[in-house]
Every structure is written in C-alpha cells, then in structure tokens.
C-alpha cells in the first residue's frame, strides 16, 4: 500500500515539474534581434569616435611627449563622494561645493568611495608604454592634505616614479584654470569629459580628446560629446 502511495505521489511531482517546464517554454519570447547594451548605445550618433588602439596608431613614430588628463568622470567615477557630500552639507543646493569640509573630505578618505575607469586604465597604460610623461589636472579645490594623488597611482596601476602630484587648479575663472597648466607643462594632448577640458585644449591649439561622463553621474546636465567636432573615445563612460 505505502509503496503505491510513494508511486501515485512521485507521478503527480512529475507532472506538475512537466507542465512548470511547459508553461517556461511557453511564456519565453523569441528572440527576434540581437538586442544591445547600454554602451553600445553611445555609438549611434555621428561623432568622431575613436578607440585606444587608434589613438595609440595615431602616435605612431611620434618621440614621448606630454600629455594630460582631468580626473572627476574621466579616469574615475567618483560621483558616490558628491552626492554624500551634498546630502551631508547641502542636501537642498549645490553650495557644499564652496565649502572647505567637504573638499577635505573629498580629496582625503571619501577617495575610497571613487572607482577606477576602465578607460582611464586603458588610455594611461597605452601612454606609459610610449614613454608619454603623464600629468593629472583637477578642476577641484585644494586642500592642505590630499590622497587623491595616490588614490590615482593605485587605481590605475601607475609606477610611483612615474606618477606626478595632482594639479589642482580650481574651478574659479581666471584663477589657475587648467589652461595656463596645460601651457607650462607643454602638453599635447588633454583628455577630460567636460566642455571646458576641451575648450581648455583648443585655446592652445593642442588635441583635446572627449572622454564619455557617465550617465548617472551626480555631475548633470550631462554634456554634449563631439559637439566641438573632437574625438570622443568610445565607450569611455566607464
């Protein structure tokens, strides 16, 4: 008796685990495209997009030169520090960003809330292979003390003795703008995500390169990529 009971219960399993597997059949659509990713959005437009490998073919027979980049929403993510920052000191404005407290915090341990780019990685790995010497230029505000320069080194795998102290240079007009550290460096190539990285480049006539800010940076309105007619780099918002 018992073991026509276990049989009765073992079919009745059975078929209810058939028709779970029927009805997963049945609900699952049929792929009719070969879908897309979020990156491969970036690439519908008719911009002048380029790749690290044809940067790097570009410099080709080129002798090392200078060249240098922006930090925020170019070679890091950091946007998890401002948005702490503005909910702590300024949740209903942006005036935390005149505030002393909150750039000491910002240059100092909220660094461990910022994420490497994978683009920053790429593009300084490709310049250090060339013997480029690398310069880092923030629009931030300086602080007595700062990590941030080597927040930078670690996260992009950077030789110490190759890795230079960040430039703050502000964001006040007219004030250590990022244009007059382009000049006395001499580079020839400023890579950033803002208008101002590649206005900043064009002023002195060098290559500005566009580097994609990610969609959900705290940084908003996002900018419009190769409106200038630059390169922009693709898939570089991470």
Do not use: C
């Amino acid at each position: 008796m018992m073991s026509k009971v276990t049989l009765i219960f073992g079919v009745i399993t059975l078929a209810f685990g058939l028709n779970g597997t029927v009805q997963a059949n049945e609900f699952m659509p049929e792929q009719v495209e070969s879908g897309v990713t979020s990156a491969d959005l970036t690439l519908r437009h008719a911009v002048h997009w380029v790749s690290v490998k044809q940067i790097k073919k570009s410099l080709e027979g080129q002798p090392p030169m200078a060249v240098g980049f922006d930090i925020d929403d170019t070679v890091i993510f950091s946007s998890p520090g401002f948005y702490r920052g503005k909910l702590e000191y300024s949740p209903n404005n942006e005036n935390y960003l005149k505030k002393t407290e909150f750039w000491e915090k910002m240059n100092n341990e909220w660094n461990k809330f910022s994420m490497p780019k994978k683009v920053g990685i790429e593009l300084f790995q490709m310049h250090i292979k060339r013997g480029d010497d690398i310069y880092f230029i923030t629009g931030r505000t300086e602080t007595k003390i700062e990590s941030i320069t080597q927040h930078i080194q670690k996260g992009l795998h950077i030789p110490e003795d190759k890795m230079h102290t960040v430039i703050f240079a502000g964001d006040e007009p007219n004030k250590n703008d990022k244009a007059s550290w382009i000049k006395k460096h001499k580079l020839k190539i400023y890579y950033g995500d803002a208008d101002a990285d590649i206005m900043a480049a064009r002023e002195l006539n060098i290559r500005g390169i566009r580097i994609l800010r990610a969609s959900n940076s705290s940084y908003q309105p996002l900018p419009k990529a190769g409106k200038f007619g630059e390169e922009v780099v693709i898939k570089s918002d991470y």
